[in-house]
């Protein structure tokens, strides 16, 4: 089945600690991103991807980092910069931004990250 | 960044009622989607929305792309338990742009 994975679905940071979020896609997307959400709120925008080597800035960037190595994977690491992780995380995809075109965002499952 | 005035914030319907809630925006945008969440999920896509004036079905469920560009509307018709969950707009602000603003969401419990 076509479609977005992240995982894990739960993990938990320890102070000062550096975590990795995973993001899969095989819907053959150019374009990735990755939100943060907190309760009550919308989607914010962390970092994306439109194409392989390529990524930039959303809203939030500060204590987060990416990396686009494949077109298939776009992994989330929070640093221990980031001083308030606690948060549910979504990843998504698009076919990519080209002339013309609409965009149409899907989300994988979420991961939910925890402060020990 | 921005977001969009979403409302209602939250609805409590009895089963079996229509449901209306909408999105505004001060400026013009070329797409409009609607996304479901439950909880401790992704959001997953209802209706997407490419014309200005469009209006999609997608079972119960109807949207409409407003004809000024700044606003979108979702019906939901004879709601049943399992609506129950979060609903959010989200807005493309031209085409060829990179992102998606999003509402603040919809929270919809349907009482059988």
């Known amino acids: 089945d076509g479609g977005i994975t992240q995982s894990p679905k739960y993990l938990f940071r320890k102070e000062g600690q550096n975590v990795t979020l995973s993001c899969e896609q095989n819907?053959?997307?150019?374009?990735m991103y990755w939100y943060r959400q907190d309760p009550g709120q919308g989607l914010r925008l962390i970092y994306y991807?439109?194409?392989?080597?390529?990524?930039q800035k959303g809203d939030i960037a500060e204590g987060y980092s990416v990396s686009r190595e494949k077109k298939e994977s776009f992994p989330l690491t929070v640093t221990s910069a980031q001083k308030n992780p606690t948060a549910f995380y979504l990843c998504?995809?698009?076919?990519?931004?080209?002339?013309?075109?609409?965009?149409?965002?899907?989300f994988g499952p979420g991961t939910r990250l925890l402060v020990l | 960044g921005q977001q969009l005035n979403q409302s209602p914030q939250s609805m409590f319907i009895q089963e079996g009622e229509d449901v209306s809630m909408n999105c505004t925006s001060s400026?013009?945008?070329?797409?409009w989607l609607w996304y479901k969440q439950d909880p401790g999920e992704g959001p997953v896509l209802l209706i997407a929305?490419?014309?200005?004036?469009e209006l999609t079905s997608n079972g119960r469920l109807t949207a409409q792309f407003g004809i000024t560009r700044k606003d979108s509307f979702l019906n939901i018709s004879a709601s049943i338990p399992s609506d129950v969950g979060i609903y959010f707009c989200?807005?493309?602000?031209?085409?060829?742009?990179?992102?998606?603003?999003f509402g603040t969401g919809t929270r919809l419990t349907v009482i059988p």
């Open positions: 998504a995809s698009s076919i990519g931004v080209r002339a013309g075109e609409q965009e149409t965002q899907y």
């Open positions: 819907l053959n997307h150019d374009a």
């Open positions: 991807s439109q194409i392989v080597n390529d990524f």
């Open positions: 400026s013009i945008f070329n797409t």
């Open positions: 929305l490419y014309k200005a004036g």
């Open positions: 989200a807005g493309q602000p031209w085409t060829g742009a990179n992102n998606l603003f």
